[in-house]
């Protein structure tokens, strides 16, 4: 068989779709590997700069603030606490409390409309996209404050 007969063949195109395969194979598995690290990373840094004051045992806040679960570390969902620029706290699943830093690239949203940190109170509905830091907050980049959610349900058929 010639180099050129090789190259040809069935077998060799089968070869490459199979290497082919494993590499997207390993790119998807090294991508899911570090963001699993950087999750893993912020939980652990979260819990070294607040957890002893909060998720200490004997204190009266340790139920509210960590489930068992990783805390998310790319958003937050819940009520406003407080604002004192540039730092929002926000109260979401579980009772667990977020830490939100605001700089001046965040876009904030106030439903539809653009907004600015005046839109931002205490007791107001926000969703936040951002990203880890590595003292346990997130820097967020979007910022929009919605209606509360409603509390109706539709009627049973």
């Known amino acids: 068989m010639t180099t ?10 089968k070869l490459i ?4 395969g494993l590499l997207a194979f390993l790119v998807i598995f090294a991508a899911g590997m570090a963001v699993g690290y950087r999750e893993a990373a912020f ?19 340790a ?3 960590h489930d068992g679960d990783d805390i998310n570390p790319h ?3 819940g009520t406003i606490v407080s604002f004192k620029s540039p730092y929002l ?14 700089g001046s690239s965040t876009v904030i ?8 940190t005046t839109d931002l109170l205490p007791g107001q509905q926000v969703i936040i996209i951002g990203t880890p830091d590595d ?6 980049s979007f910022i929009r404050v919605v209606p509360p959610p409603s509390t109706t349900t539709a009627p049973q058929q």
């Open 89 to 102: 706290m926000v109260k979401g699943v579980n009772q667990a409390e977020s830490i939100i830093t605001i």
């Open 75 to 77: 958003g937050a969902f």
């Open 4 to 13: 050129k007969e090789f190259f040809q063949s069935s077998g060799y195109n």
């Open 63 to 65: 139920p509210f603030i």
């Open 43 to 61: 939980s652990y840094h979260w819990q070294s700069n607040y957890g002893p004051g909060f998720s200490d045992p004997s204190s009266p806040f």
């Open 17 to 20: 779709i199979s290497l082919g």
């Open 135 to 140: 003292s346990g907050r997130i820097q967020a």
């Open 109 to 116: 949203r106030h439903i539809r409309a653009f907004g600015t």
